[in-house]
């Protein structure tokens, strides 16, 4: 069982996000709205101020697929 002093917590933290960064939650709720299909490749570039950026990406594979739906059901539990 969750604790609900540590669920409002995450929930909360959300909200913040969400708040600061209203962008990136819209760029996400469009990627996922089609849903992401195996052979998908997701690419991620971090930028550290005064630094070079660094970039990798991952072809989505049927195993992550898979581990995201056991934890949207560990989710709703």
């Known amino acids: 069982m969750m604790n609900l ?7 909360k ?3 913040v996000f969400t708040a600061n960064h209203p962008k990136f939650i819209a ?3 469009a990627v996922l709205a ?3 299909q195996e052979g998908t490749i997701l690419e ?3 930028t550290k101020p ?3 950026p ?3 990406n991952i072809k989505v594979q049927q195993s992550d697929l898979e581990m995201v739906e056991s934890l949207k059901e560990l989710a709703k539990k």
């Open 5 to 11: 002093a540590a669920m409002g917590k995450i929930m």
């Open 13 to 15: 933290a959300k909200e």
């Open 27 to 29: 760029f996400w709720n």
């Open 34 to 36: 089609g849903g992401v």
């Open 44 to 46: 991620v570039t971090v």
């Open 50 to 52: 005064g630094q070079e």
């Open 54 to 56: 660094m970039t990798t």
